[in-house]
C-alpha cells in the first residue's frame, strides 16, 4: 500500500489524509486474502522492475523512473507460496498458548509463516519441539532491525517454554563479504552473542553459538548432518536458490548446508542428552520439529531444507517458519536498515541523543510542511516511518489508533509524533544497553557451551487418546450396546 | 614400455627376449629425459586413446581394438608438468641423508615429483618440515596396492626423523560413493587406521586421524583453513580440476578444500605446541613445508593447493610432492588393483595360501606356454607381473638382475619365477598381519589423539652462515687483501 508513499513521490505535493482510520497493520481476514491475491495478479507488480530478493540482496522494486517501491510482502509470499498469518491462526494461537499474540504478530511485522499451524498442534499434544534463529555477524553492533527476530523469539520462548538455539553465522560472513577475514568476524560473533543475550534469553533453554567456534569442536553430528544434507543438494539446486554461477567460491557452494543443517535437531546432540561423540545420530532426536522465526530473506535456506529433510537417513519433519518483514530504514518504504549506511538506522550502541537526533532529522515523515497546514490537511500515518516505528514499540492498540488517528486529523504535529516515537525508541535501546552492561565474559560462555537444556512446553496439553484408550472406550461403548439390544 | 606387453598382445605368439639384461626400473638420466620426451611428442600417445587419471578416475588408454595399454607415465608427468625422478636427485638424497634411496625410489615405483629438492635443501639446513599421506577408507581391508605408500612413507619417515600426518578421507568416501552411509565409512577409517599403524610408524611422531573424527572435534584451525581456501577456489577452477559439472553435489565441490589444506602445517596446532583454541593460526607454523608422497592421481589436489598456498592469509610453501605409479593388478599392466574386483589384488587380509593361488591363477606371465618353449627361447620379465612384483619386495639388485637374466634365458622358469613372487608377498603379508594383530583399540586411539608431538629432524644440520658471519668474514678477507696491497 505504501507504493504510493513517499519513495515514490518525494517532491509531490502531499494529499490530505482522510478521515478514515486506516490500521495499515491490519491482517487481512481469509476471504480479503483471496481478494487481495486475485487483485495483485492483474499485473500491478509486473509494470515495475521486480523487487528482488534472497539472503545477500534485498533490493525493492522500482517505478519507471528509477525510484524505490515498497516492499511487495504479498508478492514474495505468493510467489514463494508461503503462507500469509491471519486472525484465525492467531486466535488459535490465543486459544492454546493463553497468550495474546505479540503485537509484531497483530500488526504484520512478522507477517508470513509455513506449518505453524503444525507447531500448535505440537505444543497442543505438548511433544517436543524448538526454535532456531540466527544472525551473520558482519559487525561488532547490530542496530535496531537486527533485534527484531531476537526480541521476538524471545517471547515466543516465554510462550512456548522449549529450548532455543541461535546461529551465529561467522563462517558465511567471511565467506560472503571479501573483504572480512575469519578472524575478524569470530570476535564480532562473541559481540553478538552478547548482545543477544541482552534480550533476556534463559539460559537454561538456550544455546548460542558461532559456527567457527562450535561445528569444529563440538559439532560432530552437526557436521554429518551438513555432508549427509551436501550430498542430497547439487549445485544446480543452489544455483536456482541463490543465485550462484561458475565464479561462485565452492565455500559458499558448501555453505548452504551448514545453515540449513541448523533445522535439525539431531545437530545439538548436547541438548537432549545425546551422545556428541557417538557415530550415530538419534532417529527419535532426528524427528523433534523446528519453528524459525526468521527475515524473510532467509527463505530460500529453509526451502532448501525443507524440500531434503525428509531425504535424509534419519528423516526429520520440515521446519515451520516465521517471516519478519524488513525493518524499513529510516528514510522510509524500500528501504531496508543498514548497518553501512550510519543514518539509515538506529544503532543498539547510539546515545539518547543521537536516537532524537536521527528521527528527527532523518526519520520520513508523512506530515505536512508547515504547523499550519498539518493542523488544516492533517498528516498520513500509512507512510510515517516515526509513525511505524511506534506500531512496533508500543502495545496498546487503542493508543496507537488514537495517535493515527489524532495525526490524520491534524490534531498532532509531526514534531509531537516525532517525540512519542523518540522516547519508545530510547526506552527500548535504554533497556538493552543496561541489559548488555550486564552481560559478562562468564555470562556469554555460560549460554554458548554445548549443554543438557532444561524446559517444561505446554504445562496442560492434551495428549492424544492412546490406541489401546480408544480400543478399551469402543469395546466399553460396544458393551454398553450389547446391554441395551 | 610395456604397451607393446601383454595387455595389447595377449593372443600374440610371444617373442624371445633378447640377451641382453634390461632393468625396467632403470631410472632416466637427465639426458635420456630430453630424448625420451622428444620420442614421445612424436605422436605416439595421439594414436591412442587417451588415459584418463584423476582422483576419481583411473582409466589406462586403449588401442585402436579397445584394448588397455600400459599407463603412460612420462605422459602424465609432462601433462602435468611434474619433474621425473633422476638419478641425480637420488644421489643428492643419498648424501643428504646417509641412506641408499628406497627401492621404489631406484626402481621408479615413486617416479615422479614436485619440490623434492626444496625438502632436500630444508633437511640440509635442518629445518622443520613434516610428511603428510592419506587414504580414503572406502572398505574395511585394503590391499597390497592401498599399503606402497605407507610402507614408504614409514621408511621416509625414518629416514628423515620428521611429523607424519596420515588423513583418512572417510567424508570424501561417503560423499563420492552414492551407496556408502557416514556411519560405515567412520568404522572403515578406524579399522584402516589399525592397517596403517601395523607398518610400524612411531607414534611419537605419527598422527593419524579422520575427518569426520577429528575435524569437527578438534579440526578449529583446520576448518578455518579450509574456509579461507574455499573463499579462494571457485566453482570453475574445482570443474576443471575434477571434471565436476552442475549434476556434483555440493559436497563434494567443497571437499576438496579438506584436502588440500591438510598439507599447512596450521591445520595440525597440537602438533607444534600452538594453541588449537585460538581464533590465529600461527605464521610461524604456516611456513613449515610439506612432503606429500601420494598416488599419482591424487595430483589435481595438490596442484590446486600449490596454486593457492601463497595466497593464504598465512602465506605457506608449495607442498612437496612424490608420485606413485599404480600398482599393477594381477592381469597386467593398464590396470589398478582394485577392492572391488577381488582377483584383481592381493589383499593384506589373504591367508597364505590366497596369495598362492592368485599369483598362480590370475598373475599374468612373460614366459612361454610351455617348460620346454620357456627353455628354448626365455620369457620376458618386463612384462611379467610376478617379475614386477619381486622388483618391488626384494631390495637386491644383484638378485633381482640375476632372476630376469636367469627368465631371458630360460634358465628360471614361470613356475620358479612365482614361487620367488610368492615367497616375498607371502612374507609381505604375513609381517603386516603378525603386526595388525597387536594393534588394539588403545594403540589405535594413541596414535588418532591429537597432541605435541616429538621428532629430531637432520642430526647434523648445515645451518646457512648468518649475515653477521658473512659480512665478518668478507671484512676479514678485505682486511687481508688490504695487508697484501
Keep these: 500500500m505504501a507504493k504510493d508513499g513517499p519513495a515514490a513521490g518525494k517532491d509531490q505535493k502531499k494529499t490530505a489524509a482522510s478521515n478514515q482510520t486506516v490500521q495499515w497493520w491490519k491482517l487481512p481476514t481469509l476471504e480479503e486474502l483471496g481478494q487481495e491475491y486475485q487483485e495483485e495478479q492483474k499485473g500491478k507488480v509486473k509494470k515495475n522492475k521486480a523487487q528482488e530478493i534472497d539472503p545477500w540482496t534485498v533490493e525493492a522494486a522500482t517505478d519507471e523512473h528509477g525510484q524505490s517501491l515498497a516492499f511487495d510482502y504479498e508478492a514474495i509470499s505468493r510467489e514463494w507460496a508461503t503462507k500469509l498469518i491471519d486472525q484465525p491462526l492467531l486466535d488459535r494461537f490465543e486459544a492454546l498458548t493463553g497468550k495474546r499474540p505479540h503485537m509484531w504478530l497483530r500488526r504484520g511485522l512478522f507477517f508470513s509463516h509455513r506449518d505453524l499451524d503444525r507447531i500448535l498442534d505440537c505444543y497442543e499434544r505438548g511433544d517436543d519441539f524448538f526454535l532456531y534463529t540466527g544472525r551473520g555477524p558482519s559487525s561488532d553492533s547490530m542496530h535496531i532491525g537486527h533485534t527484531i527476530s531476537f526480541e521476538f523469539t524471545k517471547w515466543l520462548q516465554d510462550v512456548f517454554d522449549v529450548p532455543l538455539v541461535v546461529m551465529l553465522t561467522d563462517d558465511e560472513k567471511a ?82 548446508s551448514l545453515q540449513c543443517v541448523a533445522a535439525f535437531a539431531t545437530s545439538y546432540p548436547h541438548i537432549w542428552g545425546d551422545d556428541p561423540d557417538s557415530d550415530f545420530r538419534s532417529k527419535k532426536t532426528a524427528a523433534i520439529p523446528c519453528l524459525i522465526p526468521c527475515g524473510v530473506d532467509q527463505d530460500p535456506y529453509f526451502r532448501l531444507v525443507r ?11 520440515k521446519p515451520a517458519l516465521l517471516h519478519a518483514k524488513f525493518f524499513s530504514a529510516l528514510q522510509g518504504p524500500g528501504g531496508k536498515m543498514s548497518a553501512s549506511i550510519p543514518n539509515s538506522a538506529i544503532f543498539m550502541s547510539d ?35 516515526s509513525y511505524q516505528y511506534i506500531t512496533y514499540f508500543d502495545d496498546d492498540d487503542e493508543k496507537i489508533a488514537k495517535i493515527a488517528d489524532d495525526y490524520r486529523k491534524g490534531k498532532l504535529l509531526t514534531g509531537e509524533l516525532k517525540a512519542i516515537c523518540i522516547k519508545l525508541l530510547q526506552e527500548y535501546v535504554k533497556r538493552f544497553q543496561d541489559n548488555r552492561a550486564k552481560v559478562t565474559d562468564d555470562v556469554m560462555k555460560s549460554f554458548m557451551t554445548p549443554r543438557k537444556l532444561e524446559w517444561k512446553g505446554n504445562p496442560n496439553p492434551k495428549k492424544p487418546e492412546s490406541k489401546q484408550k480408544v480400543a478399551d472406550r469402543t469395546k466399553q461403548a460396544g458393551s454398553a450396546g450389547a446391554e441395551k439390544s
Excluded at 569470530?186 to 538456550?206: L, P, W
Excluded at 551438513?226 to 539446486?237: D, I, R
Excluded at 524440500?307 to 519433519?317: H, I, L
Excluded at 526519520?363 to 508547515?370: L, N
Design 175 to 256: 565467506l560472503f563479504k571479501e573483504k572480512l577475514t575469519f578472524e575478524e568476524v569470530m570476535e564480532f560473533a562473541r559481540q553478538n552473542a552478547k548482545d543477544i543475550i541482552s534480550f533476556g534469553f534463559d539460559v537454561k533453554k538456550t544455546f548460542i553459538y558461532s559456527d567457527l567456534k562450535y561445528i569444529p569442536y563440538n559439532g560432530g553430528h552437526m557436521m554429518l548432518n551438513a555432508w549427509e544434507f551436501s550430498k542430497l543438494v547439487n549445485f544446480n539446486q543452489v544455483r536456482g536458490a541463490f543465485g550462484f554461477n561458475g565464479s561462485t567460491s565452492t565455500g559458499r557452494i558448501f555453505f548452504p
Design 307 to 317: 524440500e531434503n529433510a525428509g531425504r535424509m537417513k534419519n528423516k526429520s519433519p
Design 351 to 385: 546515545t539518547m541523543n543521537q536516537i532524537k537526533k536521527k528521527i528527527n532529522s532523518y526519520a520520513f515523515s508523512g506530515g505536512q510542511e508547515t504547523k499550519e497546514l498539518q493542523q488544516e490537511l492533517g498528516g498520513n500515518p500509512d507512510v510515517d516511518v
